[in-house]
């Protein structure tokens, strides 16, 4: 089964468009780090989309796609223990009440 270059750029820029939107407006830490996570798939998903419209039979973009995956888990749990280190000292994930590196 052959998926359109179109469909991928599409939901890719969907996601993206997501992403942003819970990155720009949420409060919540939990929610900034899933829209950072839903920017790295809509990376992933124009990975794999121009993987397979540029080299159908290589599999560059599954490879780097692969890798990303790899950084964003690394990244989510890191963030997450950032998270609840800061949870359990402030009693809160809203991120306007987080001013620990502030001077």
């Known amino acids: 089964?052959?998926?359109?270059?179109?469909?991928?750029?599409?939901?890719?820029?969907?996601?993206?468009?997501?992403g942003i939107y819970g990155l720009v407006t949420s409060r919540n830490a939990v929610r900034?780090?899933?829209?950072i996570e839903l920017l790295l798939n809509a990376v992933n998903i124009n990975l794999i989309g121009f993987s397979n419209f540029l080299d159908?039979?290589?599999?560059?973009?599954?490879?780097?796609t692969v890798f990303v995956i790899t950084v964003a888990a690394a990244e989510a749990a890191v963030g997450l223990a950032i998270v609840l280190a800061i949870y359990r000292n402030r009693e809160t994930t809203d991120m306007e009440?987080?001013?620990l590196l502030k001077w």
Not at 1 to 18: K, Y
């Open 97 to 99: 009440q987080f001013n």
């Open 56 to 64: 159908p039979v290589g599999i560059k973009g599954q490879v780097f």
């Open 1 to 18: 089964m052959q998926v359109e270059l179109e469909f991928c750029l599409l939901l890719a820029a969907a996601l993206f468009c997501i």
């Open 32 to 35: 900034v780090l899933m829209s």
